[in-house]
T-cell receptor, first 113, second 112 residues
Framework: DAKTTQPPSMDCAEGRAANLPCNHS???????VYWYRQIHSQGPQYIIH???NNETNEMASLIITEDRKSSTLILPHATLRDTAVYYC??????????????FGGGTRVLVKP | DTGVSQNPRHKITKRGQNVTFRCDPI?????LYWYRQTLGQGPEFLTY????????KSRLLSDRFSAERPKGSFSTLEIQRTEQGDSAMYLC??????????FGPGTRLTVT
């Protein structure tokens, strides 16, 4: 799986959009970008994933650059409950056998009132 | 609650003792994963099952670790002769044929 680089931490204001960057310059054509988050004392939680196109669900939006070497997770209206460590993960097709998740250090996001 | 459950949530044991953790995946999920997470780090993959077959093991899984999923439903992770370095959060996740993984709350192990 390709390596990802994320800033170690960032703050954002409650109610504002939080934009979380991730670099994955060695991503292969068959690798997807996944985002998970881990709230304190809980297991990781799936947020969203994408291959080439931008994706949106009820939790967040994922913007992937045209060259696929970087992406941004957008939390449109951050709340205090969004305070967590956010992990950007690159992995092969989700239908492949095995397909373990390889977590990096993630970005520790603190949402402030 | 139909999510992934893990028991116990916390375990304190003395060095050299054996411990066993249990994971109950989401019903009908055929894949089950074990991860370990130490303080300040992201989770690290240990092993994975598809139904009852253990298909992959990490080099992190030393001979003292053994995992089973006898009927393709719940799984157990046993650590023999625990060491202080085994202190960590042990996370279980399940998925349906490669879809996103759903994690349990974890079992926090402290070896004294």
């Amino acid at each position: 799986d390709a390596k990802t680089t994320q800033p170690p931490s960032m703050d954002c204001a409650e109610g504002r959009a939080a934009n979380l960057p991730c670099n994955h310059s060695t991503i292969s054509g068959n690798e997807y970008v996944y985002w998970y988050r881990q709230i304190h004392s809980q297991g990781p939680q799936y947020i969203i994933h994408g291959l080439k196109n931008n994706e949106t669900n009820e939790m967040a939006s994922l913007i992937i650059t045209e060259d696929r070497k970087s992406s941004t997770l957008i939390l449109p209206h951050a709340t205090l409950r969004d305070t967590a460590v956010y992990y950007c993960i690159v992995r092969v097709s989700p239908k492949a056998a095995g397909n373990k998740l390889t977590f990096g250090g993630g970005t520790r996001v603190l949402v402030k009132p | 609650d139909t999510g992934v459950s893990q028991n116990p949530r916390h375990k304190i044991t003395k060095r050299g003792q054996n411990v066993t953790f249990r994971c109950d995946p989401i019903s009908e999920h055929n894949r089950l994963y074990w991860y370990r997470q130490t303080l300040g780090q992201g989770p690290e993959f240990l092993t994975y099952f598809q139904n009852e077959a253990q298909l992959e093991k990490s080099r992190l899984l030393s001979d003292r670790f053994s995992a089973e999923r006898p009927k393709g439903s719940f799984s157990t992770l046993e650590i023999q002769r625990t060491e202080q370095g085994d202190s960590a959060m042990y996370l279980c996740a399940s998925s349906l044929a490669g879809d996103e993984q759903y994690f349990g709350p974890g079992t926090r192990l402290t070896v004294t």
